[in-house]
């Protein structure tokens, strides 16, 4: 293993004005390190090394910035976990938060993928996600949460085929922020009915994943359940499309279900993805907690889709989950003064089936 002496000996073959040789074998000596715990432990010892590997992702030799993002994918991915000091010399960079989010909005950046998965990993942690919130809220930064939702939402936004899939796990991420929240959920700027069709995206599990985890996040404001479930919104069908199969429904059960999950084709597939199921049963169980966005759940004929699903679904930890849901669905109504269930004390089986994983 090198140690830091060994490392200096590299700093000038990683400087921007080095030969392009010279600073991409430097670069493939830094990728190897990041293979390791050790090696990336010994990377976040070197703040000189880890500056300069920032400043590649700047440079204009497409093949050299591309390396040097893998590098900082890498080493994220092995301190996303670690929240102490050594993370922090990532996730507190002003200045490699500046280059990403910089990146992710350039149309014209080969790297806007790269710079996307290396803010999944920043905002996994708090305060990583807390340091993107504030810059992004700093009226004086030229991105804003506005643009990354537009660049995600837009088709073929990146000219250079950039599909920025992992933009919706960097938005997932901000929704575990309170003003995330209230932006996705802000009723003048409709971002919330722009995120719905990803929940049938078939082209990108991750696109569909984040998706899906905002609008699960979203779905924890329980003062927005009302607008949520109303015709301005309507989130109830796009969270239990993904569920609903083939199955043919009597005119009887269908009778109040909306009409996106009526007579649907015989060859309608499910969502695969279990992490995805597993939300979009959170989703509509946190729709629950009031007693009037249960009624509105009720009513729409959710048991009837969540039965059906049940029938369907093999996945044993899935089973939990969708049968808490359908307590909730077909038991009665609680006491009086008990109608938000988020806002009194229940039994511990019933808050374990209300609070799932929290935002």
């Known amino acids: ?78 301190t996303e976990s670690n929240e ?64 990354l939702v537009e660049a995600f939402c837009m088709k073929n936004y990146n000219d250079k085929g950039a599909n920025l899939d992992y933009l919706g796990l960097v938005l997932s991420n901000l929704t575990q922020l309170p003003e995330g929240r ?57 969270l239990l499309l993904p569920l609903a199969g083939p199955e043919e429904l009597s005119e009887e059960e269908m009778e109040g279900m909306p009409e996106d999950l009526q007579y649907l084709e015989e060859d309608k597939k499910r969502e695969t993805d279990s992490d995805i199921k597993k939300m979009l049963l959170e989703a509509v169980m946190k729709l629950c907690s009031t007693k009037s966005g249960r009624k509105t759940v009720q009513d729409k004929r959710t048991y009837i889709i969540i039965r059906e699903y049940h029938r369907w679904e093999k996945e044993p930890s899935l089973q939990q989950p969708i049968e808490n849901l359908i307590q909730v669905l077909i038991k009665e109504e609680p006491e009086p003064g008990m109608g938000n269930l988020d806002e009194v004390e229940i039994p511990e089986d019933v808050a374990r089936a209300l609070e799932q994983s929290q935002p």
Not at 126 to 145: E, H, I, K
């Open 1 to 78: 293993m090198a140690n830091p002496v060994v490392l200096d000996e590299f700093l000038n073959f990683l400087s921007v004005s080095a030969r392009p040789d010279l600073k991409a074998s430097a670069l493939q000596y830094v990728m190897g390190l990041t293979s390791s715990a050790d090696g990336v432990r010994l990377l976040l010892s070197h703040a000189k090394m880890l500056a300069a590997v920032v400043d590649l992702t700047q440079d204009s030799n497409e093949q050299i910035s591309s390396v040097a993002y893998k590098s900082i994918i890498n080493i994220c991915a092995e």
């Open 84 to 147: 102490g000091e050594s993370a922090g010399h990532l996730i507190s960079n002003k200045k490699l938060l500046s280059i990403l989010l910089k990146t992710v909005v350039d149309k014209s950046s080969g790297n806007a993928d790269n710079a996307c998965k290396v803010l999944t990993n920043i905002t996994r942690i708090p305060a990583g996600c807390r340091n993107v919130m504030d810059l992004l809220g700093d009226v004086d930064f030229p991105v804003d949460l506005v643009m």
């Open 182 to 238: 209230e932006f996705i959920l802000n009723k003048e700027r409709c971002v919330v009915q722009r995120l719905l069709p990803y929940t049938q995206y078939e082209g990108s599990t991750v696109r569909r994943r984040g998706a899906v985890a905002a609008l699960k996040n979203c779905c924890f404001e329980t003062a927005y359940h009302d607008w949520l479930l109303s015709n301005t919104v309507d989130i109830l069908p796009y």
